[in-house]
T-cell receptor, first 112, second 112 residues
Framework: DVKVTQSSRYLVKRTGEKVFLECVQD?????MFWYRQDPGLGLRLIYF???????EKGDIPEGYSVSREKKERFSLILESASTNQTSMYLC???????????FGQGTRLTVV | QKEVEQNSGPLSVPEGAIASLNCTYS??????FFWYRQYSGKSPELIMS????GDKEDGRFTAQLNKASQYVSLLIRDSQPSDSATYLC????????????FGTGTKLQVIP
């Protein structure tokens, strides 16, 4: 059974904190993605990675960075959390030839 | 103009009726098109993918693609209350590294 696992289901952080969101997939997929989902705005792509140590900015990369040191793991970093980063964060992975993206269960982050 | 547009709904249909969900996209070079279903509080899951003009049927679901008019639709026959969810249209925008752009989703309510 395919699996994308996000490290936390719920997270509460303070303004200014550095926040790490971790995502691990067990499908040997080349492509991994971080999205945030907000009411009325849908899923917006923050960053994606098509190979180890490779990354590309998505549509809303400001305030975020990513790390992909191993193929199975893709981390999203909020360098200095702000209240406008309160959101649902979804990780997804996709193979090079596969068309289906598999999503993790999501992390609901609240910045206070 | 948004890259992928959907009517946010809610779209209400009686049980047993046909639900019709529509999506338009801006990039004429787009190659791959997907419909995801997302239950409240859950992650999106793929229900249909379509790559060439015409219809593609899978059980009660039919995806329709018209590249000339740049729209893709999803028909759900014999709608059930369990079909009540938000349906996300996603498009593999041409030129990206497997980049998939999502619409904001249409909320479907099937009334018993």
């Amino acid at each position: 059974d395919v699996k994308v696992t996000q490290s936390s289901r719920y997270l509460v952080k303070r303004t200014g904190e550095k926040v790490f969101l971790e995502c691990v997939q067990d499908m040997d997929h080349e492509n991994m993605f971080w999205y945030r989902q907000d009411p009325g705005l849908g899923l917006r792509l923050i960053y994606f990675s098509y190979d180890v140590k490779m990354k590309e900015k998505g549509d809303i990369p400001e305030g975020y960075s990513v790390s992909r040191e191993k193929k199975e793991r893709f981390s999203l970093i909020l360098e200095s959390a702000s209240t406008n980063q309160t959101s649902m964060y979804l990780c997804a992975s996709r193979g090079r030839v596969s068309t289906e993206a598999f999503f993790g269960q999501g992390t609901r982050l609240t910045v206070v | 103009q948004k890259e992928v547009e959907q009517n946010s709904g809610p779209l209400s249909v009686p049980e047993g009726a046909i639900a019709s969900l529509n999506c338009t996209y801006s990039d004429r070079g787009s190659q791959s098109f997907f419909w995801y279903r997302q239950y409240s509080g859950k992650s999106p899951e793929l229900i249909m993918s379509i790559y060439s003009n015409g219809d593609k049927e899978d059980g009660r679901f039919t995806a329709q693609l018209n590249k000339a008019s740049q729209y893709v639709s999803l028909l759900i026959r014999d709608s059930q209350p369990s079909d009540s969810a938000t349906y996300l249209c996603a498009v593999n925008i041409n030129g990206g590294y497997q980049k998939v752009t999502f619409g904001t989703g249409t909320k479907l309510q099937v009334i018993p």
